[in-house]
């Protein structure tokens, strides 16, 4: 009852030419009629990923965006209402780079969730676990918090219009992928954390598993029951490459 999503992070990369190229090297793939596909570019080349992809049924959406809905005196800021102007359906809340780099916490990410939906933007809730807390053993507390978050200031319907990804921290460009039982593990308990809220909202929410999928592993991460798809980041940068994972989905 889920559709499985394949979606691109391509982080801060890229030039006018890089991707324009990428785009159109997108515009070529056969994709699967039953898989969403989405592209996250920099926010500078979002209007040029559009024109470059019209008619071609792949959803654009921004990595970040602003704290209110609204545009204003926000030096530095895109706001939901701009991107959703310029064509953006998606936006990604709370990766791991914009969390431990950028700093930004539950808080601020709470009013970028919020601000996000107010104007019909669907956020990608990204979370995670580093590496010395897995080793720990609060991967599930980690996690179950980051999601608590946004459902003790929301609600859990907030999920009834928003995708999540879970990303281990120590899986992000490292080469180093969950095993499709570690990557099941932790989606089964987020959805089982929103099911003790509200079974309907936990069954139909996409949970997508991201961390060095390529598409040597993407087969055998989608085919897991709670893993409905991936968010990609260095894989994405390449069209036919993207173009395999997204097919792996399709299967
Ligand atoms: P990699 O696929 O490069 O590990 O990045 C994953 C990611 O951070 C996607 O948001």
């Known amino acids: 009852m889920r559709r499985p999503m394949v979606a691109g992070n391509w982080k801060m990369h890229g030039t006018r030419a890089s991707v324009a190229e990428l785009t159109e090297g997108l515009r070529n793939l056969a994709l699967p009629s039953g898989v969403e596909v989405a ?12 024109d470059g992809l019209a008619d071609k049924g792949i959803i654009v959406g921004a990595q970040n965006s602003a704290v209110q809905p609204e545009q204003g005196a ?24 914009r969390r431990q ?13 919020a601000a996000a939906q107010a104007k019909g933007l669907k956020p990608v809730l990204c979370i995670g676990e580093t590496l010395e807390e897995r080793e720990a053993g609060k991967t599930l507390e980690v996690v179950g918090r980051q999601l608590s978050s946004i459902i003790e200031a929301f609600g859990v319907k907030a999920f009834a219009n928003a995708v999540i990804a879970y ?10 992928t969950a095993t499709p039982q570690q990557a099941q593990d932790v989606h089964a308990a987020i959805r089982g954390q929103l099911a003790a809220e509200d079974a309907e909202v936990a069954a139909k929410v996409q949970l997508l598993y991201g961390g060095s999928v390529k598409a040597a592993n993407a087969a055998e991460l989608f085919g897991m029951p709670d893993i409905d798809g991936g968010l990609i980041g260095g894989a994405s940068l390449n069209a036919d490459e993207f173009g395999a994972i997204c097919r792996a989905a399709g299967n």
């Open 39 to 50: 592209v996250f570019p920099p926010a500078l080349f979002i209007n040029q990923v559009i």
């Open 74 to 97: 926000l030096t530095g800021e895109v706001a939901p209402e701009q991107l959703v102007e310029a064509g953006c359906k998606l936006v990604l809340i709370g990766h791991s780079e």
């Open 101 to 113: 780099i950028i700093g930004e916490t539950d808080q601020v990410l709470n009013r970028k969730f």
């Open 167 to 176: 990303e281990p921290v120590w899986a992000i460009g490292t080469g180093l």
